[in-house]
């Protein structure tokens, strides 16, 4: 019988030490990480920006071409994970290579970012096109001569 009080006796000394852990921790302030920040959600649906005239180079000393697109979110909300998929075609048409750009993350509002898309040569690209995607949903873009910063980005002049 005295291993069976002994037992007992210390699953009830264990169990009281526990409970008076879980109440000293419940206890502590903690201050949340995002208290007093307004949090926007990112755009859903069919998101509008502006891009410039796409830019295409071979790169030297490797077989690929590269693409560059600057970007400017016109949503009054962020857009997330923006994406451009580019297809290129051979004079019949026919697909030929393809290449992926993305802005991990946010596009805040009228932020401008640069997308580069890599694809790997070929002497039969003739044209191409590029689709542009969101994690929520298409874009609509709008091509534009120029991009610039907004006024409060552009630091001034000395």
Known sequence: MNRVHFAVAATLISTTMFAGAVVAAQSTQLTPVLAGKKIVPPFKGAANIDITQPVTKPIP????????????????????RLMVAETWYDASGAVIAGGRGVINGLLN?????????????SAKMKSNNWNFTHANGTVKPNKVKSLDAPADAVAPKK
């Open 109 to 121: 509002p009228g932020e401008i970012q640069t997308i580069t898309i890599d694809t790997p040569y």
């Open 61 to 80: 000393g490797k077989s690929l071409v590269q693409t560059t697109i600057k970007v400017k979110n016109t949503n009054a909300e962020p857009i997330a």
